[in-house]
């Protein structure tokens, strides 16, 4: 199973950008790149995701690198809500619904 | 649009009993996955089911199980509960293949095992 590898944890100010990075260096070509984030005591929540493009929607981008081997999630500017565990997450097209959670990010957001 | 429901939230048994979980997908959505979160083991992969068929599983013993009904909505169980099975249960559900769409995750059962 292809993993990722990030930071254990990540400091942020509020209201400022937050990059969090994530490394896939063994990605191969039908993996797609998924983040989701964690808050105490709740499931996972969906972020993004992509395969190959960079992508945004309402919460976040994702930035891909071009080689693919690297990835990371941008929040335009950080809430107290945003204070969470990340994963980023290789998911493998015909493997179906199988997510191999690493330890993910813990972020926290100072006001 | 209602997300996805799991059943109980909370749960108390006792070593040896069995315990089933119910898991309700989003409305439209055909696999639901499984998941054990644990302090120690973090997020595990149980199975996955697709219009009514297990497609995937991870590495559990066979006392862990699930089924898929064709309304979608999906059990998970446990027999011959041991210490060990206290954790967070999520399940997630997805249109297709999760790895296209992305998955959306219940608040998951937290199983406590005396």
């Known amino acids: 199973d292809a993993k990722t590898t990030q930071p254990n944890s990540m400091e942020s100010n509020e209201e400022e950008p937050v990059h969090l990075p994530c490394n896939h260096s063994t990605i191969s070509g039908t993996d797609y790149i998924h983040w989701y984030r964690q808050l105490p005591s709740q499931g996972p929540e969906y972020v993004i995701h992509?395969?190959?493009s960079n992508v945004n929607n309402r919460m976040a981008s994702l930035a891909i690198a071009e080689d693919r081997k690297s990835s990371t999630l941008i929040l335009h500017r950080a809430t107290l809500r945003d204070a969470a565990v990340y994963y980023c997450?290789?998911?493998?097209?015909?493997?179906?619904?199988?997510?191999?959670f690493g330890q993910g990010t813990e972020l926290s957001v100072k006001p | 649009k209602a997300g996805v429901t799991q059943t109980p939230r909370y749960l108390i048994k006792t070593r040896g009993q069995q315990v089933t979980l119910s898991c309700s997908p989003i409305s439209g959505h055909r696999s639901v996955s499984w998941y054990q979160q644990t302090p120690g083991q973090g997020l595990q992969f149980l199975f996955e089911y697709f219009s009514e068929t297990q497609r995937n599983k991870g590495n559990f013993p066979g006392r862990f199980s699930g089924r898929q009904f064709s309304n979608s909505r999906s059990e998970m169980n446990v027999s011959t509960l041991e210490l060990g099975d206290s954790a967070l249960y999520l399940c997630a559900s997805s249109p297709g293949t999760g790895a296209l769409y992305g998955y959306t995750f219940g608040s998951g059962t937290r199983l406590t095992v005396v």
């Open positions: 992509g395969l190959t």
């Open positions: 997450i290789l998911a493998v097209y015909n493997q179906g619904g199988k997510l191999i």
